[in-house]
């Protein structure tokens, strides 16, 4: 049996990789090979464009595939959503897809889009987007350089930003969200029907959420005097109640949790100056709660 799984190509390929890889997947892919080898005989990939894969998926060309929601919704299609997985390209948040037009342009909300021709790369959900809300406007795909069009060229853009920085620099005010947007797995209507698949879509489903929430936490481990337990246990934010084990020593006790990497660096020294000793912090690969 063969899983068919599809690789975004593109702003997500290196991130979706490294992802997999703490998953547990190691996915070798060969300067312009569009076949990835991937270290499960059970797992057949391809390395397809985003914008393409829920369109394959669809048609049962590929059982499973990494895409984004926005690229789902706009080729509406009619396909499962697995699950969602929070990370992109430069971190783990999602991103918008935003109406943006010049700082001195006279589109001030979306109601001043009416007539008005619009670039993006969303066209059919921009269309739908619209039309929604009553406004009739010129929607036309953009190729790229999406944030140089207007004013000549278009007057306002729909375009997606994970951090605003490349529309403030190119002297774009936003005017509103239209989509938020989020890594998805997206599988087949056919594959979910299939046991043997579905169970092999929710087992790699469950080993890339343990590897994402790895991504953020870290294990502490340390050894404190058995009187001071409760002041330790109140500077402690764990993710369950923390392992706590016998030591040669009556008097002493190893403790072990789990925590948010971003607070590390406030608790060591509470932990130190609360009696704790020592302390070692180490990386996770996978949380499966």
């Keep these: ?76 299609a009619k396909v499962v959503e697995v699950a969602r997985l929070r990370y992109g390209k430069v971190g783990f948040k999602g991103v918008k897809w935003v109406v943006a037009a010049p700082v001195n342009s006279p589109i001030k909300s979306l109601k001043d889009l009416q007539g ?28 790229g350089a999406t944030e140089v069009k207007p004013p000549l060229l278009a007057d306002a853009i729909v375009e997606v930003t994970e951090t605003g920085a490349s529309l403030v620099a190119n002297n774009l005010r936003i005017i509103e969200t239209i989509l938020e947007s989020e890594t998805v797995v997206i599988a087949s209507k056919a594959a979910v029907k299939d046991k043997w698949k579905k169970t092999k879509i929710e087992n790699i489903v469950m080993l890339l959420q343990g590897a994402l929430r790895a991504e953020e936490k870290v294990g502490l481990k340390m050894n404190t005097p058995r009187k001071g337990l409760d002041r330790i246990m109140k500077i402690l934010p764990s993710l369950h109640t923390p392992t706590i084990s016998t030591l040669a020593d009556e008097g002493w006790i190893a403790l072990e949790v789990i925590i948010d990497e971003s607070v590390v660096r406030d608790i060591i020294p509470e932990l130190r100056r609360a009696g704790a000793q020592g302390i070692v912090e180490y990386p996770l690969n996978k949380v499966i709660p």
């Excluded at 490294?18 to 057949?44: H, M, Q, T």
């Excluded at 464009?49 to 690229?71: C, F, H, K």
């Excluded at 008005?116 to 190729?143: C, D, H, N, P, Q």
């Design 116 to 143: 008005k021709k619009i670039a993006t790369e969303l066209v059919g959900y921009t269309k739908r987007f619209l039309k929604s809300k009553k406004i009739e406007a010129v929607v036309e795909y953009s190729w």
């Design 1 to 76: 049996m063969k899983l068919k799984i599809g690789i975004p190509k593109g702003s997500l390929q290196d991130s979706t990789i490294r992802l997999f890889k703490n998953a547990g997947y190691n996915i070798k892919l060969a300067e312009r090979s569009y076949v990835p080898v991937i270290d499960d005989p059970e797992l057949e990939g391809l390395l397809i464009r985003a914008q393409e894969m829920a369109r394959y998926v669809e048609n049962g060309i590929l059982d499973m595939g990494i895409t984004g929601l926005d690229w789902v919704l706009e080729q509406n």
